[in-house]
């Protein structure tokens, strides 16, 4: 949505944006309220708080090393290092000469990659990933517990055993609709993933 119109008054814009921001700020509230989303999302929170505060401070470390060592660099440069080598990039640019600043490296490198390569994935997975599948599978089961709206003259097998899949076949030959009855929904997804007509029931 453009907010400028042409031969828009500055206040006017000014008060349009104010709305809007208003509007999205008592919406991002609203979703902060919800416990659900709360409660999914704090681990991330503390996880990405927690990351950055490595990083601050492996970049503190960086700096005084440094400084032990006879080196002068800017505080972005001490966080840039710690993020090349936390990520594993390492371009090798800035390096230590002693082993003290090697072991400071060991360690920034060994927790880089439990943090970015092990955490970040897993809790991927756990908040991001895991409730789209979780979503899906709950799609795809209220969609096989009910036949079409539109739909008519079908056949509704009650159970689901070899004579019942003979039957369909029979049926699909025929252009007769058929749907097969079944009570387990692990089964009924796979038998819906093998092209079979089914419904939970």
Known sequence: MNLVRPGMEPWLLRLEVYRKMKTIASYLAYI??????????????????????????YGWLFHVLMAWEGQEHSWFTGIYWALTVMSTLGFGDITFTTD????????????????????????????VYGPWLE??????????????????????????????LGLTERLRVANIPAFVIEPDPIAASRMHDEGRPVLIG
Do not use: E, W
């Open 100 to 127: 003290l600043g090697r072991a400071f490296s060991s360690v920034v490198l060994i927790t880089g990659v439990l943090l970015l390569l092990v955490i970040l994935p897993f809790l991927f997975i756990r908040l």
């Open 135 to 164: 979503l899906q599978s709950r799609r795809r089961l209220k969609m096989l517990r009910s036949v079409p709206s539109d739909l008519s003259g079908h056949v509704i097998i009650c159970a689901n055993d070899p004579i019942a």
């Open 32 to 57: 902060a309220s919800i416990g659900k989303l709360r409660h999914r999302y704090t681990p991330f929170l503390t996880y990405v708080l927690a990351l950055v505060g490595i990083i601050l401070l």
